[in-house]
């Protein structure tokens, strides 16, 4: 079959996709689509309840219920409206947990923080006891605009950079929602920090996403099952 052809695009996609979770890595996933599509694709990049696995809450777009949550599962929640936590987060230094719930009636452990720095505090040291044992860990950012207008453009671009630093080392895969269209300029600028972009798009009521693995290969769009 001559070079170029869907089957041989689809055999270095999944080479690609290979190494990622072999290897490590970040990913940003983007588009301007209604929540249930990047609800959707978070769900399966989360993967299995059986791996560890850290949500990072801005705005509560992700969710992972009682039903689904593994034993190593950890929500770490900016529980108030970024933008009003600022300036309090730069005078102290920092800020207060709100919070910890646990037990099975709570689901999976939560952890409520009230500024962006401690936010951030918290994310890091959820990543840094992920189990040396457990292959493949897993880290959700669930929308990186609440952290742009609290933060502005370079404070959370150096977040996620040190994020995605942190996960690749642990040898899991992050990936961060920007839920804007592809040519926004903001996607630009985070897409130097990842190994891969995933674009989502809703078509005929078809939930679907095309994935570009920079240097190596873009995919077809492909559907995006439950």
Do not use: K, N
Request: glycine share 10%; charged share 25%.
């Amino acid at each position: 079959m001559p070079p170029g052809t869907r089957t041989e695009r689809a055999g270095e996609f999944a080479d690609a996709l290979g190494r990622l979770q072999r290897d490590g890595g970040a990913l940003l996933v983007v588009g301007a689509t209604p929540g249930a599509t990047h609800e959707r694709a978070c769900a399966r990049m989360l993967g299995s309840r059986e791996q560890p696995r850290v949500v990072c809450r801005t705005d509560g777009s992700c969710s992972v219920g009682a039903a689904h949550a593994g034993p190593d599962d950890r929500l770490i929640d900016l529980g108030i409206d970024a933008r009003g936590a600022v300036a309090s987060a730069d005078d102290a230094g920092g800020g207060a947990t709100v919070g910890t719930e646990t037990g099975p009636a709570a689901g999976p452990e939560r952890i409520l923080t009230e500024t962006p720095a401690e936010f951030g505090a918290r994310v890091s040291e959820a990543i840094a006891s992920l189990p040396d044992d457990v292959d493949d860990p897993r880290v959700c950012v669930d929308s990186l605009l609440p952290l742009v207008e609290a933060l502005g453009e370079e404070r959370a671009f150096e977040w996620y950079h040190a994020v995605a630093a942190d996960v690749r080392a642990a040898g899991g895969v992050c990936h961060a929602h920007l839920p804007v269209a592809r040519d926004e300029e903001l996607v630009a600028r985070f897409e130097a920090l990842v190994d891969a972009t995933v674009e989502l798009r809703l078509v005929d009521g078809r939930h679907e996403q095309r994935w570009f693995v920079h240097d190596s290969v873009t995919s077809d769009w492909l559907p995006l099952q439950d």
